[in-house]
T-cell receptor, first 117, second 112 residues
């Protein structure tokens, strides 16, 4: 596998339910990012991991959102008590982060499209 | 808040050269300029990166003037499959950590 994979590709849930998404980055990449994207907008930064450490979380992210990256490999993003406003594409990206300019080369997965009814 | 400004949309025709200019007046000394392409229902894809002067790869060219306050992505002889959103980004360091902040990008429509 040479790319970032995300699972599931689509998720439909009812308001108030919890959902969890998974991201498997490129194996040698130590940086992992989560973004959220709504129609017509660019991706919005949510959170960032370097290895297993979550180094930054957007202030726009409510406490209902939590992300983990155990052992610095795959990552999960959980949304508790979903709301209709959470409907969006959730994108995961990874980068090697080594060398000048390298950390800006993000490799994105295809995303998880969440629909909250 | 994105550090770059680029046109919201552009139109072109197959076979033409397309130039998308991005301004980044507050670019820092260590910042690289990175461009991404995004098709509907897919994640953005890295297409080219540069620090100064000109960079060319199999997909595009990137022109960066000496003051680095702007850059131009050049797509030679576009085809219908180049219809996409193009994002120009520069690095953002907040609290000592690196992250890329995306703007709305430039929606390029290529017509037959």
């Amino acid at each position: 596998d040479t790319g970032v994979s995300q699972d599931p590709r689509h998720k439909i849930t009812k308001r108030g339910q919890n959902v969890t998404f998974r991201c498997d980055p490129i194996s040698e990449h130590n940086r992992l990012y989560w973004y959220r994207q709504t129609l017509g907008q660019g991706p919005e930064f949510l959170t960032y991991f370097q290895n297993e450490a979550q180094l930054e979380k957007s202030r726009l992210l409510s406490d209902r959102f939590s992300a983990e990256r155990p052992k610095g490999s795959f990552s999960t993003l959980e949304i508790q008590r979903t709301e209709q406003g959470d409907s969006a594409m959730y994108l995961c990206a990874s980068s090697a982060g080594q060398g000048a300019g390298e950390w800006e080369k993000l490799f994105f997965g295809s995303g998880t499209q969440l629909s909250v009814l | 808040l994105a550090k770059t400004t680029q046109p919201i949309s552009m139109d072109s025709y197959e076979g033409q050269e397309v130039n998308i200019t991005c301004s980044h007046n507050n670019i820092a000394t260590n910042d690289y300029i990175t461009w991404y392409q995004q098709f509907p229902s897919q994640g953005p894809r890295f297409i080219i990166q540069g620090y100064k002067t000109k960079v060319t790869n199999e997909v595009a060219s990137l022109f960066i003037p000496a003051d680095r306050k702007s850059s131009t992505l050049s797509l030679p002889r576009v085809s219908l499959s180049d219809t996409a959103v193009y994002y120009c980004l520069v690095g953002w360091v907040s609290g000592g950590y690196n992250k890329l902040i995306f703007g709305a990008g430039t929606r390029l429509a290529v017509h037959p």
